[in-house]
């Protein structure tokens, strides 16, 4: 099959305007593969501790095979000013979305794996109208999003070395030649390292970040973990409840990631079937279960009748189905081979920094660990709802904190 | 992330498509050199009913059709190995595999055989069993592993019941017993918890008693040797020994420092050996069956790729690929192109890809640790074995140990990549048993 990419419609316009339109055989093609599956047997327990459940992924694939409609969310992309630069050597990806209040805040959101830009549609109309979500002028933001090299619709590093340094030393090039001369920065997930990255490289223009996956496990704590051993002594109990969410993602939840670490040309599979593919995906964890919960609830959700805010199948497939017909399940996957950085430790980040903890991300990030981590803490905060894919699952919510984490920059 | 995980433990029927494998049973009459008069035959619970392997002619053109159809990711952005299997590498097997191959030849030489499907503790186990014409042969059972089948143990069977054709004596001969591991090939697939190690060692000795032998050893490598070793840990009175070609010999400190990297001090040359071998496996080879040992039933894309399941099972270790490699780029040593896809194409039409994986799920053995042993040990180490047990380690780790030999060539897979020099480190092995 051609690359999706190869065919995309890409005007001539001096600043690259972009449109998706990918062509409907590619979706025939993706159906008729999906109906083509051959399923192995069913899981020999009753619950999720051997992976994705068979009857799991049937329904969702049923759906995915009749009534699930693309062209919907290729509609909502192609209504949002999307743009494509070569920044590096690489076709970077992004969507850019101009507040229309004056003094709007420069910022650019990075998003992680599983996911894409999908994810933070929902927060685009919130961050750049505020006062349309309840919000005030004076906290709009001029919003950037960016695909990740390898994933949707960038381009695909054909040699090595994007890792997250490279990444966040071209967002900056990015958010320059968008004429930005002062901004913030936002990410969770590889998003979070990506941003913790730059934040770490300090450029003059970063006024400073804002994460919902810190990276704040002190070192000593970090090396045990690492080793197996047990938590250091001396901590607190929220520390030590840190300690173990982190130590049982490490130990049981994240041997996807190390497959991908080392071996993610192996993984063919993936790239070849869509179920696969879709389970792959599925199967990253939040801080309640694996699958994530709130990936399991909306896959159980169907789209209609619910709230615009509500996480459905829609916006699980639309996710899945970008991977799919970008062709990124293995190019999004080399990140992990090509990253050197640990994901939770702290990293020396001296610039200001705001944080939001989420219950149902993997690991609740004490306030003790993120005033160390982050000399410069310019916000904590815990709040009540929302997990691994905060923007995704909690958009008013985590608007609301993004506002609220910059207010003291502007 | 991938320098921060602790690795605290070495390892890690829905609706069916059209394509369904059909494996039809039929009655035969040949079971060997001699007739199984100890054998229960009967149409009971223990009855033993012989085996014949017949796919449809749609199945084999499904696969065909499915490999045409592969989708592809594009190729590593390396110049070798190091980030999977390469795409130039699975191109070409799928090539082979999409063309000129053909099942039916495996097909006959395993229905050549004697084989046959016998209930144990509930699951249908599919077993090859061939008795030797010599008087007083020894019965042997050899257990395969994970990526492998019966496929692997083909070449060994005429050398270990028939030697005097391979330049043994008939004082070496052999009865073998392969059996396929349950949820493996033609056994049938476990649908309720329970099936480690443990259960399939009870298993094997109830196999090997519904067969009539009093008196017999065992043999395995990977799973095969995890399975072994236990069979020798409930020292049924039957089984007089073992022979393992992956020994687990490895000293839980030196364990413990090769997922660290640094080695401890006072190795000797060989031990050292052994311990970059293990930390380079650690390091590098562990991905695949850690994801196994915890998710399973998410590696949905092994289950309805042909390709996705090739390439997930050639990139079992570093050497076992490399050798796979050479032998899709034409170079002929141990294994042939063919080896490689009858092995496949039986996981692939059986259906099994998952229900293997669920062994690593299964098990809470670690590999590599010593299990206390009681009864008599034969090892080989093969150089390109995941580690080449150091004699010393191995002699701590079996008290009993009757023979230790390192052999100049063969790996993981060593009875089908070196059948000839592994039968006879086999008759070696137990020949101070006999």
Avoid: C
């Avoid at chain 1, 901004?183 to 223009?205: H, R």
């Avoid at chain 1, 130590?247 to 070849?272: K, S």
């Avoid at chain 2, 033993?48 to 065909?64: G, M, N, S």
């Avoid at chain 2, 030797?132 to 592993?145: D, M, Y």
């Amino acid at each position: 099959m051609d690359r999706i990419k190869d065919r995309i419609k890409m005007s001539e316009e001096i600043n690259h305007p972009f449109r998706i339109n990918v062509p409907e055989e590619a979706l025939v093609d993706l159906r008729r593969r999906i109906a083509a599956t051959r399923w192995p047997t069913k899981e020999t327990v009753t619950d999720q501790s051997q992976g994705v459940q068979l009857a799991m992924m049937q329904e969702l694939v049923r759906y995915w095979a009749t009534d699930y409609d693309w062209r919907k969310v290729e509609a909502k992309l192609n209504a949002l000013p999307q743009f494509i630069t070569e920044i590096d050597g690489l076709d970077i990806h992004f969507i850019h979305v101009r507040s229309k209040h004056e003094n709007a805040m420069p910022l650019i959101v990075t998003h992680g794996w599983p996911g894409s830009i999908i994810e933070q549609l929902k927060i685009i109309g919130p961050l750049a109208d505020p006062t349309a979500f309840g919000g005030r002028a004076e906290d709009a933001f001029d919003v950037v999003i960016p695909s990740m090299p390898g994933y949707g619709f960038s381009g695909k590093p054909t040699t090595t070395g994007w890792d997250p340094a490279r990444i966040a030393r071209a967002w900056v090039v990015l958010m320059k030649r968008l004429g930005y001369t002062r901004f913030v920065a936002q990410g969770g997930d590889w998003g979070a390292v990506i941003t913790d990255v730059m934040a770490t490289q300090a450029p003059p223009e970063l006024l400073g970040i804002h994460t919902n996956m810190p990276g704040i496990v002190p070192p000593d704590v970090s090396k045990a973990i690492a080793s197996g051993s047990p938590a250091p002594s001396g901590l607190s109990d929220e520390e030590r409840r840190t300690y173990e969410k982190v130590q049982h993602f490490v130990a049981t939840g994240a041997y996807y990631a190390y497959e991908m670490a080392t071996r993610p040309q192996t993984l063919y599979g993936i790239a070849d079937s869509p179920v696969g593919l879709a389970a792959w995906l599925i199967d990253h964890g939040d801080g309640d279960a694996q699958p994530a919960a709130a990936i399991t609830a909306a896959v159980r959700r169907p789209t209609r009748g619910q709230p615009q805010d509500q996480l459905t199948r829609d916006d699980v497939l639309d996710n899945i189905t970008l991977y799919w017909l970008t062709d990124t399940a293995i190019s999004s996957s080399r990140l992990y081979w090509e990253n050197k950085f640990p994901f939770f430790d702290a990293k020396n980040v001296s610039i200001p920094v705001a944080v939001s903890v989420f219950p149902g991300e993997l690991y609740q990030a004490p306030r003790s660990w993120a005033e160390r981590a982050y000399p410069k803490l310019i916000h904590y905060n815990k709040v009540e709802k929302g997990g691994h894919f905060a923007a995704w699952e909690q958009p008013q919510l985590f608007s609301e904190e993004v506002r609220a984490a910059f207010r003291s920059l502007r | 992330m991938k320098h921060h995980w602790t690795l605290v433990a070495l390892l890690i029927g829905g609706t069916i498509a059209m394509t369904q494998p059909q494996t039809e049973a039929r009655a035969q009459n040949v079971t060997g050199g001699k007739p199984a008069t100890q054998a229960k035959t009967d149409a009971g619970p223990d009855a033993i009913r012989p085996f014949r392997v017949h796919f449809p002619d749609e199945a084999l053109t499904d696969i065909k059709r499915r490999i045409a159809a592969t989708r592809w990711p594009e190729r590593e952005i390396v110049a070798d190995q190091s980030q999977g299997v390469q795409l130039a590498t699975v191109q070409k097997l799928a090539r082979y595999w999409a063309t000129d191959y053909d099942w039916r030849k495996v097909e006959a030489r395993l229905n050549a055989l004697p084989q046959f499907v016998t209930n144990i503790d509930g699951v249908d186990i599919h077993f090859i069993h061939v008795r030797s014409k010599e008087k007083n042969a020894l019965p042997i059972i050899v257990t395969h592993g994970w990526p492998g089948s019966i496929i692997e143990q083909l070449k060994i069977i005429d050398p270990l019941t028939n030697p005097t054709a391979y330049g043994g004596s008939a004082a070496d001969a052999f009865d073998v017993v392969i059996p396929s591991l349950p949820g493996y090939g033609f056994s049938g697939k476990p649908t309720a918890t329970g099936w480690d190690p443990i259960r399939i060692a009870r298993a094997w000795v109830v196999l090997m008693d519904r067969l009539g032998y009093k008196r017999y050893v065992a043999q395995g490598g990977d799973w095969g040797n995890a399975v072994t070793e236990q069979m020798a840990l409930l020292q049924p009175p039957g089984l007089i020994g073992i022979h393992t070609n992956m020994p687990a010999t490895v000293p839980a400190d030196i364990d413990k420092a090769a997922f660290t990297g640094v080695a401890p001090s006072g190795l000797s040359a060989e031990e050292k050996h052994a311990f970059d071998q293990l930390v380079f496996f650690y390091k590098h080879g562990l991905g695949y069956a850690q994801e196994m040992m915890n998710r399973p039933q998410t590696i949905y894309g092994i289950s309805d790729s042909p390709v996705g399941m090739a390439a997930w099972m050639i990139d079992h270790d570093a050497r076992s690929y490399a050798l796979i490699a050479r032998v899709f780029d034409g170079q002929r040593e141990g294994l042939t192109r063919d080896d490689i896809l009858d092995n496949a194409t039986l996981y692939w039409l059986t259906n099994t890809t998952i229900s293997s994986a669920r062994l690593y799920w299964e098990s809470k053995l670690a590999f590599f640790a010593p299990k206390q042993v009681a009864i008599p040990v034969a090892v080989t180490a093969f150089p390109d074995e995941l580690y080449q047990a150091p004699r010393s380690w191995t002699e701590r780790a079996y008290p009993k140990l009757i023979y230790y030999s390192k052999v100049d060539k063969g790996g993981h897979f060593a009875a089908w990549e070196q059948p000839q020099l592994f039968s006879e480190e086999v008759r070696a092995a137990f020949r101070s048993l006999r």
